[in-house]
């Protein structure tokens, strides 16, 4: 597993419960079982939990970009995770 790819998840995650995107958190996190082995997802549970207690992802160039982008386009995101599920 690439640990970008875990990162970007991360990234997601954090920017979905930061502006309490309940149904995209649900959805993402169906996605993100599919995507990841067992192993994976149980570590991309535990990294954002703490993430979520120290917020250092919003340090990472990345996040600014993919909050704006949620943020645009959350209504089309939702539309392609209902799709994919």
Known sequence: MEINK????????HILH????VLLQLLFCEYCKEQLSEKQYLLF???NTIYEENEPLILCSLY??????????????TKQLLYVQ
Not at 18 to 21: A, E, G, S
Not at 67 to 77: A, L, M, P, Q, V
């Open 45 to 47: 549970l535990i990294l």
């Open 64 to 77: 600014e970009f993919i909050e704006e982008y949620i943020i645009i386009h959350k209504d089309n995101i």
């Open 18 to 21: 930061k502006y309490n995107y």
């Open 6 to 13: 875990l990162k970007l998840f991360c990234i997601t995650f």
